[in-house]
């Protein structure tokens, strides 16, 4: 099949792409399986809303392949009990995508390179081309370095301190995403980087804490009789201002 891609991956094993009407759908089982499910098939199920099937695209079983656009395989990463899950979606979407979007394929290093779209090139042509990715790789990972900010635009770059969770839906239905302070507190108790219940609710998880992405502001208030009692507000840092905004719009079906 012209149109599937297989991406190798040391650590994580085998992961198959799909092209299909111009966009790229993730073989479920593969993305499960390399996320540490222990049922792959029933987690696809489970926290996909997207899934495609098709009766020309079976498994081994002779069964419909579930396949998933990339907004599910953010789903199976936020839920995902991997250590590893943040270092596989970098792989997936920092390496694997901008690749086969840019050569329609995927090969693991420049010599792999060389050899498939340059197989009858001399020596010294190969040595040349060999230099001139070097220099495309040094500025597409600078280029992707950049894309949060660019994704943000003047908004946060005008931004040196942290704002409430409400300003920062404000922010993303700016920059394209529609979302109310009620659906963005939802989302991000549901995707673990908000306490869901009990004295703590909406305050940070320890994962987020860790991130960098809110901080925690107290706040003494002085009682009529006296006595003093602590607020406390979460409030998001510049970086996750930055990383929540390109997470919403600077990716397809995030919700």
Same mark, same amino acid.
């Given at each position: 099949m012209e149109n599937l891609k297989i991406f190798e991956n040391k650590e994580f094993g085998q992961v198959r792409v799909i092209v299909l009407n111009n966009k790229e759908y993730f073989y479920g089982v593969d993305i499960a399986t390399a996320l540490g499910y222990e049922r792959p098939s029933k987690a696809v199920s489970d926290h996909c809303n997207g899934i495609l099937m098709q009766d020309t695209i079976k498994n081994s079983g002779g069964y419909p392949e579930k396949l998933i656009p990339e907004g599910d395989v953010y789903r199976l990463v936020s839920r995902s009990? /991997?250590?590893?899950?943040?270092?596989?979606?970098?792989?997936?979407? +920092?390496?694997? /995508?901008?690749?086969?979007?840019?050569?329609?394929?995927?090969?693991? +290093? +420049? +010599? $792999?390179f060389i050899r498939t779209y340059l197989p009858f090139a001399d020596d010294s042509t190969k040595a040349l081309f060999k230099s001139t990715l070097e220099v495309v790789k040094s500025q597409n990972k600078a280029i992707e370095q950049m894309k949060p900010k660019a994704i943000f635009a003047d908004a946060v770059e005008a931004s040196h301190t942290s704002i409430l969770i409400g300003d920062l839906a404000k /922010?993303?239905?700016?920059?394209?995403?529609?979302?109310?302070?009620?659906?963005?507190?939802?989302?991000?108790?549901?995707?673990?980087? /908000?306490?869901?219940?009990?004295?703590?609710?909406? $305050?940070?998880?320890?994962?987020?804490?860790e991130m960098g992405l809110f901080q925690v502001k107290e706040t003494s208030i002085s009682n009529s009789d006296g006595s003093i009692r602590i607020t406390k507000t979460t409030k998001v840092t510049g970086k996750g201002q930055i990383y929540f905004i390109n997470k919403f719009c600077g990716k397809e079906e995030v919700l």
């Open positions: 009990q /991997l250590p590893s899950a943040a270092k596989f979606e970098s792989w997936v979407f +920092d390496e694997v /995508l901008p690749t086969i979007r840019k050569t329609g394929g995927y090969v693991s +290093d +420049d +010599d $792999m /922010l993303i239905k700016q920059n394209g995403h529609d979302i109310g302070q009620k659906r963005l507190f939802e989302w991000l108790r549901k995707n673990g980087f /908000l306490i869901k219940g009990g004295e703590s609710k909406n $305050m940070p998880t320890q994962k987020a804490m």
